[in-house]
């Protein structure tokens, strides 16, 4: 019998809920305090007060259960219990937008156990959006456990067809992708830079095909891992290992995996890619046709979930 993640995931509800209380109270407010950290990235007082209930609570409610945190590191001297139990927390996932009033920013509340992302919530207040999922349980959107339906990711299966998401350009160009990510963009049929969490939750709920970030931290994606896993996509790194453990992402409904990963995977530790990898389709000479088909169909779901 499966192991049950229930309370686990109704606790990440109580823990969202007092988050979005705490962030919505600061948003847009004209004294909101901004400071920078060593990466020149923002930290407002919103994400360290975030972070710091959410530790308050999980000390209460998991004392033995490690705690990871964007603004206050790993927990020291905890043991995370037989299970190897570790919540990791993004307090604001998309600060730059919540300085700015942009109100495409979340919370990103995630539990791991012995090494796989078994729960997680994603909580966008600002939009009146929740998305969350636990292990064999489905993923789901909606404004509590009792008012939700269940999220498929799309069939699309031709890169000309798909919607592909992503949040900023200079980062490619780091990683010695700038010209492959290009190319994939080109291969798209639609691009847009939703960014931060909104690019893979719409991924999860079928509205975006693939999407991917060069440079990202585990906080930035442990909960968006299960939400899209348990949606039916694919979640890895950009050298193809499953979950949010490597320093990027790339996410696709699963059927576009590899066909994305021949354009933007990156393996620095086994020297440069193919060098066809990235490469336009050849022309074959055919007339192209003047009304395609698009599958835009979301998998239907599992009855049993």
Same mark, same amino acid.
């Given at each position: ?104 920013? %979340?919370?990103?509340?995630? #539990? ?9 919530? !994603?909580?966008?207040? /600002?939009? &009146? *959006? ?80 693939? %999407?991917?970030?060069?440079? #990202? ?9 299960? !939400?899209?896993?348990? /949606?039916? &996509? *694919? ?71």
């Amino acid at each position: 019998m499966a192991h049950s993640y229930n309370d686990d995931l109704r606790l990440a509800h109580v823990l969202a809920d007092n988050a979005d209380n705490l962030s919505m109270d600061r948003f847009l407010s004209i004294d909101l305090q901004v400071d920078t950290k060593p990466d020149m990235t923002y930290v407002t007082e919103s994400d360290q007060a975030v972070e710091a209930a959410i530790r308050r609570t999980l000390k209460s409610a998991r004392g033995r259960d490690i705690v990871l945190g964007e603004e206050q590191g790993e927990d020291e001297g905890a043991t995370g219990g037989p299970g190897g139990r570790r919540w990791i927390i993004d307090p604001i996932d998309g600060t730059s937008n919540f300085v700015r009033g942009v109100p495409v920013w %979340a919370t990103l509340i995630a #539990l791991e156990e012995e090494g796989e992302i078994v729960a997680g919530c !994603v909580s966008a207040p /600002a939009l &009146g *959006r929740r998305w969350w999922a636990s292990k064999g349980t489905g993923a789901y959107t909606g404004k509590s456990l009792m008012s939700s339906r269940e999220i498929r990711v799309s069939q699309v299966s031709e890169l000309g067809s798909a919607s592909l998401s992503y949040a900023s350009l200079g980062g490619w160009d780091a990683i010695g992708k700038a010209d492959a990510f290009a190319a994939l963009m080109r291969r798209c049929w639609r691009t847009r830079a939703y960014g931060d969490f909104w690019s893979y939750m719409l991924l999860a709920e079928g509205a975006v095909d693939i %999407a991917a970030e060069p440079e #990202l931290k585990v906080w930035d994606m442990a909960a968006l891992d299960i !939400v899209v896993r348990e /949606a039916g &996509g *694919r979640f890895t790194s950009l050298a193809g290992v499953p979950g949010p453990w490597g320093d990027n992402a790339l996410a696709t409904n699963t059927r576009l995996h590899d066909a994305a990963m021949a354009y933007v995977g990156h393996f620095p530790d086994q020297g440069p890619p193919d060098p066809a990898w990235g490469d336009e389709p050849e022309d074959d000479g055919a007339e192209p046709d003047n009304v395609r088909a698009f599958e835009f169909s979301r998998e239907p779901a599992d009855e049993t979930s």
